[in-house]
């Protein structure tokens, strides 16, 4: 059981390059999300999905796209990278957080760090 | 809007040193509430969560506390360890009449640092 898994662990990009983020859970979880985290900003919700074939912005969604294909992943896309999306990206899953289901924490990745220059 | 406050922002303290690290959010009607640790470079690690309805949750030398009608939160670590140095942050999930409540606030986090 490896829980959320996040690659790569590090990426330097040019201005207007993509790449995706990818992100994968083994623990059948429902909700997945991602944040990105800022020096002295806290994390902020980019996007998330409560289910294969569902997703919706979260805060800050300007700048990235998402899909949710499968249960198990939950990749997110920077098109035309700016040196504004320098930042650490974080990805999370949760059982559900329905009422009538048990609070389910929130489980993260390791993180990717991301440069845009 | 929900505002997560966190104080304070590092705190430094002896090994064997009993504390007390702060939490406050401005909107009372949360779902539950969550305690992290973050160590260096890695990601986040679920300490222990609190649900609206409960006033407490312990785990081994931790205890968080929930005064929801205050807004205010409190993780207690007892006998502090090095290992305890990390960045501990809470975050609150909303409550909302649709029943589907994804959306957790963080605050920024106090660094605390445990000298041996």
């Known amino acids: 059981n490896a829980g959320v898994t996040q690659t790569p662990k590090f990426r330097i990009l040019k201005i207007g390059q993509s790449m995706t983020l990818q992100c994968a859970q083994d623990?059948?979880?429902?909700?997945m999300y991602w944040y990105r985290q800022d020096p002295g900003m806290g994390l902020k919700l980019i996007y998330y999905?409560?289910?294969?074939?569902?997703?919706d912005k979260g805060e800050v969604p300007n700048g990235y796209n998402v899909s949710r294909s499968t249960t198990e992943d939950f990749p997110l896309r920077l098109e035309l990278a700016a040196p504004s999306q320098t930042s650490v990206y974080f990805c999370?899953?949760?059982?559900?957080?329905?009422?009538?289901?048990?609070?389910?924490?929130?489980?993260f990745g390791n993180g990717t760090r991301l440069t845009v220059t | 809007k929900q505002e997560v406050t966190q104080i304070p922002a590092a705190l430094s303290v002896p090994e064997g040193e009993n504390l007390v690290l702060n939490c406050s959010f401005t909107?009372?009607?949360?779902?539950?509430l969550q305690w992290f640790r973050q160590d260096p470079g890695k990601g986040l690690t679920s300490l222990l969560l609190?649900?609206?309805?409960?006033r407490e949750q312990t785990s081994g030398r931790l205890n968080a506390s929930l005064d929801k009608s205050s807004g205010r939160s409190t993780l207690y670590i007892a006998a502090s360890q090095p290992g305890d140095s990390a960045t501990y942050l809470c975050?609150?999930?909303?409550?909302?009449?649709?029943?589907?409540?994804?959306?957790?606030?963080f605050g920024k986090g106090t660094l605390l640092t445990v000298n041996p």
């Open positions: 999370a899953s949760s059982y559900s957080h329905r009422v009538g289901f048990n609070n389910s924490p929130l489980h």
């Open positions: 623990m059948n979880h429902n909700y």
């Open positions: 999905s409560v289910g294969a074939g569902i997703t």
């Open positions: 909107d009372s009607a949360i779902y539950n």
């Open positions: 609190i649900q609206s309805s409960q």
């Open positions: 975050a609150v999930r909303r409550e909302n009449s649709g029943g589907s409540n994804y959306k957790l606030t």
